[in-house]
């Protein structure tokens, strides 16, 4: 006869399995709660204690580590020597075994738990088991996932030999215990505040396949992180339209970072990774009029992004264009209604009160590595503002370049921005030159009108003085940028010979 060890901490559906494996010739062994709960179910049953011959103790710590259980485990069933071994010990083979693990994420997710609370939840025994079965996978099934408890009884079932069905669930069960273990270790790490480890551990969930990546012939995968961050594009719920790809997610996220930057009213217009235009107004309303405004050509395709309720009259003006996605914290049902019109307009779902759970970290790969910094959130402040030129700015314009600084930091350099102080008016993106991106924002922005007070920001020092030679000579009033450059008296000259004031944040914000 077969012999299957089951314990588990989730019991879903255990019964039906554990009744399915006594069926196909299978004896089962136990321990505590799961024990119980198959007795109770008239499942026929072998208290792990019988097998062992030594009492769980240490408040069940330690009920599982036994040579009875992992020599029945990592014994060899075609190496004679091992089986003599067994037969000398009176110790029976494990053909199978059923484990999932203490809730220690689960646990740790809950407000209020107390460290000695989440180690309890570190389980040693499940995971020592679920190692020596996957081993041994050449002997032993391995089961972690309740979703495969219907196919392994059909396997268990087979009279053929299901090697590869074995080594399969040998690399599940792998993944599960790397996961879980690296949940404990980033908790630790966490814990004593080390914020770049010797060895980098995280875990991801998959979320969902995508169609396919950036382009049509790359396959692509979503993943959510282990722990997942309340405020992330990965927790935010979709309400309608078709699946999300690559790029939507992507630029959804960039979406998101930007509208989370304001407190009052936000409407983000996102292309390829740059906002096109972004609104600040009393109403969520108002805010969208000027983030249309801003750019009301690239915001074909776009993403938008409204850090307020969507009321009735901005989805009907959303209604009018083609987007790929609109996420905000709620909408009315007004809205939702006029929204869900357009068949395949993606329609989510985020909740921007919980943006200060938002991931401390970002993470970029490259090949052969990863490289893991800080999230840019820093927000410049009006006292840190070193005006450099003769003429100072107004605290218009102060306000304008303060709100202009901070998606300055979200847009890719080279980076400028035009702004008022509530409306982007022109945006020079990812150019190789400064005054490249100088001359592409205001290109946009002279297209859109000049509005007073008209400032710019850019993301880095200027290199030369053409950059503030060209919007000096093209409406702009002032310009905030970090300083540096062995050339800043140049700009400073040109400046001061054209009117305008310029102040310096001794801050850079590159965004590659």
């Given at each position: 006869?077969?012999?299957?060890?089951?314990?588990?901490?989730?019991?879903?559906?255990?019964?039906?399995?554990?009744?399915?494996?006594?069926?196909?010739?299978?004896?089962?062994?136990?321990?505590?709660?799961?024990?119980?709960?198959?007795?109770?179910?008239?499942?026929?049953?072998?208290?792990?204690?019988?097998?062992?011959?030594?009492?769980?103790?240490?408040?069940?710590?330690?009920?599982?580590?036994?040579?009875?259980?992992?020599?029945?485990?990592?014994?060899?069933?075609?190496?004679?020597?091992?089986?003599?071994?067994?037969?000398?010990?009176?110790?029976?083979?494990?053909?199978?075994?059923?484990?999932?693990?203490?809730?220690?994420?689960?646990?740790?997710?809950?407000?209020?738990?107390?460290?000695?609370?989440?180690?309890?939840?570190?389980?040693?025994?499940?995971?020592?088991?679920?190692?020596?079965?996957?081993?041994?996978?050449?002997?032993?099934?391995?089961?972690?996932?309740?979703?495969?408890?219907?196919?392994?009884?059909?396997?268990?079932?087979?009279?053929?030999?299901?090697?590869?069905?074995?080594?399969?669930?040998?690399?599940?069960?792998?993944?599960?215990?790397?996961?879980?273990?690296?949940l404990i270790a980033d908790y630790l790490t966490q814990a004593v505040g080390i914020e770049f480890p010797e060895k980098l551990t995280r875990t991801y969930d998959f979320k969902q396949a995508l169609r396919y990546g950036e382009n049509a012939h790359q396959k692509a995968a979503f993943?959510?992180?282990?722990?997942?961050?309340?405020?992330?594009?990965?927790?935010?719920?979709?309400?309608?339209?078709?699946?999300?790809?690559?790029?939507?997610?992507?630029?959804?996220?960039?979406?998101?970072?930007?509208?989370?930057?304001?407190?009052?009213?936000?409407?983000?217009?996102?292309?390829?990774?740059?906002?096109?235009?972004?609104?600040?107004?009393?109403?969520?309303?108002?805010?969208?009029?000027?983030?249309?405004?801003?750019?009301?050509?690239?915001?074909?395709?776009?993403?938008?992004?409204?850090?307020?309720?969507?009321?009735?009259?901005?989805?009907?003006?959303?209604?009018?264009?083609?987007?790929?996605?609109?996420?905000?914290?709620?909408?009315?049902?007004?809205?939702?209604?006029?929204?869900?019109?357009?068949?395949?307009?993606?329609?989510?779902?985020?909740?921007?009160?919980?943006?200060?759970?938002?991931?401390?970290?970002?993470?970029?790969?490259?090949?052969?590595?990863?490289?893991?910094?800080?999230?840019?959130?820093?927000?410049?402040?009006?006292?840190?503002?070193?005006?450099?030129?003769?003429?100072?700015?107004?605290?218009?314009?102060?306000?304008?370049?303060?709100?202009?600084?901070?998606?300055?930091?979200?847009?890719?350099?080279?980076?400028?921005?035009?702004?008022?102080?509530?409306?982007?008016?022109?945006?020079?993106?990812?150019?190789?030159?400064?005054?490249?991106?100088?001359?592409?924002?205001?290109?946009?922005?002279?297209?859109?009108?000049?509005?007073?007070?008209?400032?710019?920001?850019?993301?880095?020092?200027?290199?030369?003085?053409?950059?503030?030679?060209?919007?000096?000579?093209?409406?702009?009033?002032?310009?905030?940028?970090?300083?540096?450059?062995?050339?800043?008296?140049?700009?400073?000259?040109?400046?001061?010979?054209?009117?305008?004031?310029?102040?310096?944040?001794?801050?850079?914000?590159?965004?590659?």
């Amino acid at each position: 006869m077969k012999r299957a060890l089951i314990s588990v901490s989730d019991k879903t559906g255990i019964v039906e399995f554990a009744q399915g494996l006594v069926a196909a010739g299978y004896e089962v062994i136990s321990t505590g709660g799961t024990l119980k709960k198959l007795a109770e179910s008239q499942v026929p049953v072998i208290a792990i204690d019988e097998v062992t011959h030594f009492p769980e103790m240490l408040d069940g710590r330690v009920k599982t580590l036994h040579p009875n259980i992992h020599g029945g485990l990592l014994a060899k069933r075609d190496n004679p020597d091992h089986m003599a071994v067994l037969a000398e010990h009176d110790i029976t083979p494990i053909d199978l075994v059923c484990v999932n693990l203490y809730p220690f994420k689960e646990t740790i997710q809950k407000a209020g738990i107390t460290e000695p609370e989440a180690v309890e939840q570190i389980d040693i025994g499940g995971p020592s088991m679920l190692r020596s079965a996957s081993k041994n996978f050449q002997s032993v099934y391995v089961v972690v996932d309740q979703q495969d408890y219907a196919a392994v009884l059909d396997h268990v079932q087979s009279s053929e030999d299901e090697l590869d069905y074995r080594r399969y669930l040998a690399a599940k069960a792998f993944r599960h215990t790397a996961a879980y273990d690296s949940l404990i270790a980033d908790y630790l790490t966490q814990a004593v505040g080390i914020e770049f480890p010797e060895k980098l551990t995280r875990t991801y969930d998959f979320k969902q396949a995508l169609r396919y990546g950036e382009n049509a012939h790359q396959k692509a995968a979503f993943y959510q992180a282990g722990l997942p961050s309340a405020f992330s594009i990965a927790s935010a719920q979709q309400l309608h339209g078709k699946e999300l790809s690559y790029n939507n997610i992507k630029d959804a996220d960039a979406a998101v970072k930007v509208a989370a930057e304001f407190s009052e009213p936000c409407v983000v217009a996102m292309k390829h990774m740059n906002p096109c235009g972004v609104g600040l107004g009393t109403t969520i309303y108002a805010a969208w009029q000027k983030a249309y405004a801003a750019d009301s050509t690239s915001i074909f395709g776009g993403i938008i992004a409204l850090n307020r309720e969507v009321d009735a009259q901005t989805a009907t003006e959303l209604h009018k264009l083609f987007l790929e996605i609109i996420i905000a914290p709620s909408y009315s049902d007004e809205a939702l209604a006029i929204l869900e019109k357009k068949k395949n307009l993606r329609v989510m779902t985020l909740d921007f009160d919980q943006v200060k759970e938002a991931d401390r970290f970002e993470t970029v790969s490259v090949m052969g590595g990863l490289l893991v910094q800080e999230r840019d959130q820093v927000v410049d402040q009006m006292s840190e503002l070193e005006t450099v030129t003769t003429k100072a700015p107004t605290e218009d314009e102060k306000a304008a370049m303060l709100f202009a600084q901070r998606i300055v930091k979200h847009v890719k350099s080279n980076a400028i921005v035009i702004a008022t102080k509530d409306q982007t008016l022109g945006i020079g993106a990812g150019q190789m030159n400064r005054v490249g991106s100088v001359k592409i924002a205001l290109e946009q922005a002279l297209a859109n009108g000049l509005t007073t007070p008209f400032v710019l920001a850019s993301d880095a020092y200027f290199p030369m003085n053409d950059s503030v030679e060209f919007a000096a000579e093209h409406g702009i009033t002032a310009i905030i940028q970090p300083g540096g450059s062995i050339k800043d008296q140049d700009s400073i000259d040109m400046a001061n010979q054209k009117g305008v004031s310029m102040v310096f944040t001794g801050r850079r914000h590159f965004k590659h």
